[in-house]
Each structure stands twice: as structure tokens, then as C-alpha cells.
């Protein structure tokens, strides 16, 4: 009889491809995927360590899965990941009945450990070499890049993927755990990644979307005197037969250079879209978080990408609360969010990680009620913008790749030929709702916007010279039916990443 593995991940877009990763390599030593915990053999947990409520979802986790495990002495549970990589000897001692713990950079070896775990009763323990347990280069050593040939059977979207091209980070943010979890900051090579794509598009993938912690910043020396930077790896990908978009993310400020925003202008396939997180409108706040850049860079920067890339959409994160955060300094945010016109933002209250230069450094000294005060004004401010962007689009064209049906949708089993409410992305990354057949998921379609929300943009499907496709589409309803229900599916930053649980149960057969 076959095993079978249950997995749950929770963090940035980077746990979600080393996931699929690590479920393809189980598929290819014979597991099976439930997508019920009770069903498997094999419990895996995929871990975040940005914020302590993405820790406490995985402990409570753990502990549902504690009857399963005495129940079935059989079943081996793992935790792998941030978590795993920062606190392998807590999560043993709150977690007992843990039998593999596996870091960030050691994912390739989870079959292997999972057979010894069974075969010997014994915790299994794989990990790298902590920051300061040796030099660079034995530290970067043991962090092994975990990017194997690709299993469409393990996407849980088949035209749809995360392509690494980084790991790992040097920039050392005083509030974030990423160096330490993930190592050293690495590039792959761009043949490496040319190759992944080409397989990609071979299997039916369109779109590709490459992740780094700090994307715009990769480089990679080839030792003979060349240099390829991220422009060329776009470059490269342009030409890959198959694929009609390319996007990155996570962006950093200061690496903003303009041969990178020419390639996102001059490009077919790249996303006219960057998410550049600016985490704090306030130089004060700025310098303790050790960001390397003031608002003033930041502003000439945003400038630069809107004049060099007209129409570019720019999304950003914020972290509010931070230690020694004022009243006027939050002002300070609220007026950089008010002129910069983000696409939309990501707005978190600071939450203090053990081990962290900002917890060795600051006291957390933002009372929680201020906290989540700020983070709702802020939001506003932000809601109000992105609403306006929205609004001016009505009457406009987009391409739209269709991902597949809306939240309203998903609920329900739709025929071949049946309409449904379906969702999909526009070049410049925004959330389009229109009606529309199962048929047209993994295509893309031309929609005239119609109407507009401060989170959704709704359409109809046009063809030939702007002939609406006949589907049935009344905008207020259907803002209505949709609104907080296909609220914003953006894709996790990895610079400061919600919690975002997944479970993968996907059919490998």
C-alpha cells in the first residue's frame, strides 16, 4: 500500500515552492497526497518565523496532530523551514512527539531523513551552520539551493510557477529573522534558471514568477570577469517559446537600478509590476530598522521607476509600531502612503522576533491598541488609493490570464460549458472578476473593466474588435456577491511575509 503525505505551509512564496519541491520528491519515492491529516502516514509542516502568530499557527498545529500520532505510532511528523532552521531544540521541547526537524537548506535530504526516522524510532535533525558558527563560504556550504527538476503533478497550478533565483539575505533589517533562517545571500546560475523556465514552458507553464528575499539584488559572478544581473536573466527569459509572462519579487530600494526598469519596460513578457517595500515613512524609524535608505532615496526612487516604466503599478509593505515609532512619525508614513499611490500595500504591526538585532537592541515599546489603531488608519489611507487607481481604470482594456474561478465560484462544481464568475491578473498585476466559461482557465483574455472596488477590478470578456463575449455581467451585483470574498490574492512579499496557511492535497498520480 502506498504512504502518503499531508503538508501544510505557511509563509511567503518561497515556503510554498519549497514545498511543492519537497512533495515532489516524495511523489517520486512513492508517496501519495491526502489532503486529510488523519489519512497520512507522514505529517509535514512548513514553517515561517517572521511573525509569532505564524509560529503559534504551526505549534497549535502540532498539537492537533498529536492524537493522530498516538493513534498511529507509525505516522513520523516533521517540521521544516524557518522554524526548523531557528528553533530545532524548542520545537522538540514543546512538541515531543516532532521526528523530523529540517531546515531551510537541507530540504533535498527530507525522503532520506523521513526513511531513517521510521527505520530507527529517533529524532532526525538536519540543518545549516548558524551565521556566526563558521566562515561565509562553509556557512553558504550548508545551505544547499533545493531547486531539482520540476514535477507538474506537484503545482497546484500547472500553468502557473515560482522560479528561485536567490536565496537567502545580507541585508540584516534589524527586525527580521531571514538572514539567520535562510543564509547567506546566493545567486543561482542563469543557466540554471534559463533551464528550469525552458522546462517550465515546456510542461505548459505561461506565466513564471522569480523569487529572491531581495530580488533586484541578484548577481552572479562567473569568475572570468562576467557579471549577469537580473536585466539579463529577464532578457534570457523573453525568448523562452512558451511563456508569456515573467514577474519578481521581492524588490529592494536601493537596488533599483534602471537597466532593470528598462527591461521591465522594454520586455513583452515581464509584469509591468514591482513591489518595492518601503516599511517606514520616517528616517528615524528608518535607520533603527537598518534599511540603508532614507524616504527621500525612497521617493527619488519611485520617481525613477514611474518615468522610466509608464503605467508601472508599485505595491509596498509597511511595519507599524516599531520600536520607538512616535504619533509624528507614523504622520510621517501616513503622508509618504497618501503621495506615493501605491497599487496597494501590505501593513503589519511590528511584532518583536527573538534573536533579532531590533529585540537585542529596542524595547517593543508601541502599546498593542496603538498598534492596530495604526494599522487601521493606515489602511484607509491606503484603501482610498487603491480605489481611486481602480476607478480611473473603468472603460479601459486589459489582458487578463485567467487563473481560475473566483472565491464566489470555487464553492460550487461548474460544467464544460457553464458560466461562472472566473478571476485572473492584468499585466500590471491587478485582480480582474469577469464571467466566463471553465474553458478559458490557463488562457488569456482581453476584459473591458466595467466597474471597480478598492481591492477587484470587474469586467466582461471582449473579443474580435471589442464585441462583448454575450456572458451575462451586472457590475453592482456582482461587486456585491464578490466584495471581502475575492478580497486581494496578492502574492505573499518575502520581505515581511503574512502567514499565509496552505495545505497541498493535490492528486499525484
Not at 245 to 253: E, Q, S, Y
Not at 413 to 428: D, W
Request: hydrophobic residues 40%; neutral net charge; contains cysteine.
Amino acid at each position: 500500500m502506498p504512504r502518503t503525505v499531508y503538508i501544510e505551509t505557511v509563509g511567503c512564496q518561497m515556503n510554498v515552492l519549497d514545498s511543492e519541491l519537497v512533495v515532489a520528491a516524495l511523489h517520486k519515492a512513492g508517496y501519495q497526497i491526502s489532503d486529510q491529516p488523519a489519512d497520512a502516514d507522514l505529517l509535514l509542516f512548513n514553517t515561517c518565523s517572521v511573525r509569532e502568530h505564524a509560529e503559534d499557527k504551526v505549534y497549535s498545529a502540532l498539537g492537533r496532530v498529536a492524537p493522530l500520532k498516538r493513534a498511529k505510532p507509525g505516522t513520523v511528523v516533521g517540521v521544516l523551514g524557518c522554524m526548523a532552521q531557528k528553533d530545532q531544540e524548542l520545537i522538540r521541547k514543546r512538541a515531543p512527539h516532532v521526528d523530523l526537524v529540517v531546515g531551510t537548506g537541507q530540504l533535498a535530504r527530507v525522503p532520506e531523513l523521513v526513511e531513517k526516522a521510521r527505520e530507527t524510532g529517533q529524532p532526525q535533525y538536519a540543518l545549516s551552520l548558524g551565521r556566526a558558527d563558521a566562515g561565509r563560504h562553509a556557512v553558504e556550504a550548508s545551505f544547499v539551493s533545493f531547486d531539482p527538476a520540476r514535477d507538474s503533478a506537484a503545482r497546484p497550478t500547472p500553468f502557473q510557477a515560482f522560479v528561485r533565483v536567490q536565496f537567502g539575505c545580507d541585508k540584516f533589517c534589524t527586525y527580521c529573522v531571514v538572514p539567520s533562517t535562510r543564509g547567506p545571500e546566493q545567486s543561482r546560475h542563469p543557466d540554471h534558471i534559463l533551464a528550469e523556465a525552458t522546462q517550465l514552458a515546456g510542461q505548459g507553464c505561461k506565466e513564471i514568477t522569480l523569487i529572491g528575499q531581495t530580488v533586484n539584488s541578484y548577481e552572479f559572478d562567473h569568475g572570468d570577469g562576467r557579471r549577469t544581473r537580473l536585466a539579463d536573466v529577464l532578457a534570457k527569459l523573453d525568448a523562452v517559446t512558451g511563456l508569456e509572462r515573467v514577474r519578481f519579487v521581492t524588490n529592494f530600494p536601493k537596488d533599483m537600478t534602471d537597466d532593470l526598469l528598462q527591461a521591465v519596460r522594454d520586455l513583452k513578457t515581464v509584469v509591468k509590476y514591482l513591489h518595492v517595500p518601503a516599511q517606514s515613512g520616517c528616517d528615524e524609524v528608518l535607520k533603527r530598522m537598518k534599511r540603508l535608505y532614507t524616504v527621500g532615496e525612497y521617493r527619488d526612487m519611485l520617481a525613477r521607476c514611474r518615468e522610466l516604466v509608464p503605467g508601472v503599478s508599485v505595491s509596498s509593505d509597511f511595519i507599524v509600531g516599531f520600536c520607538g515609532e512616535t504619533e509624528a512619525s507614523f504622520q510621517k508614513t501616513m503622508e509618504l502612503v497618501r503621495e506615493a499611490r501605491f497599487k496597494n500595500s501590505f501593513i503589519f504591526k511590528y511584532s518583536e522576533r527573538p534573536g533579532t538585532k531590533a529585540a537585542e537592541r529596542y524595547a517593543d515599546d508601541v502599546p498593542e491598541d496603538v498598534k492596530k489603531r495604526r494599522n487601521n488608519d493606515l489602511l484607509a489611507v491606503q484603501n482610498a488609493n487603491s480605489l481611486a487607481d481602480h476607478r480611473a481604470q473603468i472603460g479601459q482594456m486589459v489582458e487578463v490570464l485567467v487563473e481560475g474561478p473566483s472565491k464566489r465560484a470555487q464553492g460550487r462544481a461548474a460544467a464544460g460549458g457553464e458560466v461562472i464568475q472566473l478571476t485572473g491578473r492584468s499585466m500590471a498585476d491587478h485582480i480582474v472578476v469577469f464571467d466566463g466559461t471553465p474553458r478559458l482557465v490557463g488562457n488569456t483574455v482581453r476584459v473591458r473593466v466595467d466597474d471597480a472596488s478598492a481591492f477587484t477590478l470587474y469586467g466582461r470578456v471582449v473579443t474580435g474588435e471589442g464585441t462583448a463575449a454575450g456572458f451575462a455581467y451586472t457590475p453592482d451585483s456582482a461587486r456585491a456577491a464578490a466584495e471581502g470574498e475575492d478580497a486581494p490574492a496578492y502574492p505573499a512579499p518575502l520581505d515581511f511575509a503574512p502567514p499565509a496557511e496552505k495545505r497541498i492535497g493535490l492528486p499525484l498520480a
